[in-house]
């Protein structure tokens, strides 16, 4: 068979204003610890309703230090999300903790509360929970486990930039979250990422962590108060930050339409199980669009067929606990998280992004029923 043509997984959408605003930045010369990252701030800030945003180089970047302000190390052990990416754990790895996973709830596919509280020990000191395909995580459930239980919860919201949680977007509701902004997520700079925290004090160490340790307010550039990090971000990379942010809403308008379709397309496979629905408390913000096949499937056949037609496909995600590392470095094994194990080996990601055409989604969904039958 001739493919005739090749739907990519993913896609960002750039346009001329996004080239403007990086040509001023080149002109200006002030390419780093500038006044645009201090803009995209305040309108990320503004745009998620939280008081503070601190931007960093990337999202893992963000996590690990928020890992480090809580102060996770060696013997403490942090409970996550087996559905996610490996970033969600390793943000605390890096400082020495322990991962624990804890199932997730087989309609969002989320941190499950009750099995958060089962895996507390004596030893846990935090939650790292994860809004995994923008769908936004018990925040209030485990925010009461989090202060019943003296623990730190940080939220993993990477995915979920224009998500809300009980009417509110994911961002403005207490806990620190953090963005991030590779090519595939709702809105890019290529990379980077940002925290946003309600505290003050915890804002003013992010900015002098991810800048070296360096504190100005009791001294100069050569001042450094603790052990920092470089994980700045660039004013070049701010810059088209505030291009997407200008365009946040058309964003998150054009791929909740283009998940609409799919669903709409995909209604008549019942091979094909979607992602769970908004409802009063949880509206998802479209990251990518993830089917579950049905266990008589094979998954692998499934996606040969697709390349074969030029579709793009990704199995999103492997479970965190089974990646090699962790079996080796842990010991984990299949029978940890057996909702989460079952959903990881069935789910696919489809072609999605801002601007997809509709009739390359028709052609996906065609390609698809043609693979499964
Ligand atoms: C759930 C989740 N956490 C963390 C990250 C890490 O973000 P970054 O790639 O910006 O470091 C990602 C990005 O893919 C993610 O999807």
């Known amino acids: 068979m001739s493919v005739t043509r090749q739907i990519p997984l993913s896609s960002p959408w750039l346009d001329e204003r996004e080239e403007e605003l990086v040509l001023e930045v080149l002109r200006s010369g002030r390419l780093s610890l500038g006044p645009t990252i201090d803009r995209f701030e305040e309108l990320f800030a503004e745009a998620v309703d939280a008081p503070f945003a601190a931007a960093v180089s990337s999202g893992t970047a963000g996590l690990h230090l928020l890992c480090h302000i809580a102060g996770f190390g060696p013997g403490d052990e942090v409970i996550t999300s087996p559905v996610s990416f490996v970033a969600s754990a390793n943000a605390f790895i890096f400082e020495g903790a322990t991962p624990v996973f804890a ?8 941190l499950d509360p009750a099995a958060v509280e089962a895996a507390i020990t004596p030893r846990t000191r935090g939650i790292v929970a994860v809004d995994m395909f923008g769908y936004p995580c018990e925040l209030d459930e485990l925010r009461a486990i989090a202060e019943k239980h003296s623990l730190t919860l940080i939220e993993d919201s990477a995915e979920a930039l224009g998500a809300q949680y009980k009417g509110r977007p994911i961002g403005s509701h207490g806990s620190s979250a953090v963005f991030g902004f590779y090519p595939n997520k709702q809105m890019t700079a290529g990379e980077g ?31 450094h108060a603790r052990v920092g990090f470089n994980y700045r971000w660039t004013d070049i990379q701010a810059a088209i930050g505030i291009g997407q942010l200008e365009k946040l809403d058309r964003i998150l308008d054009l791929r909740r339409a283009a998940a609409e379709r799919y669903d709409e397309l995909l209604a008549g496979l019942p091979e094909v199980t979607t992602l769970a629905a908004d409802d009063e408390d949880h509206r998802r913000s479209w990251f990518v669009y993830v089917i579950a096949l049905d266990s008589s499937i094979n998954r692998a056949h499934v996606m040969e067929e697709l390349r074969g037609r030029g579709v793009s496909t990704a199995e999103y995600v492997p479970c965190v606990h089974l990646q090699p590392y962790m079996r080796e470095r842990y010991g984990f094994a299949e029978g940890l998280c057996p909702v989460a194990e079952d959903v990881c080996a069935r789910t696919l990601a489809l072609p999605f992004h801002t601007r997809i055409d509709p009739d390359d989604q028709q052609f996906v969904v065609e390609a698809l029923t043609a693979a499964l039958a």
């Open 193 to 223: 990422g940002v925290v946003t925290t309600h505290s003050e004090e915890e804002h003013r160490l992010l900015v002098s962590l991810r800048n070296q340790g360096r504190d100005y307010e009791s001294g100069g550039w050569f001042n």
């Open 103 to 110: 199932d997730v709830d087989a309609r969002t596919l989320n």
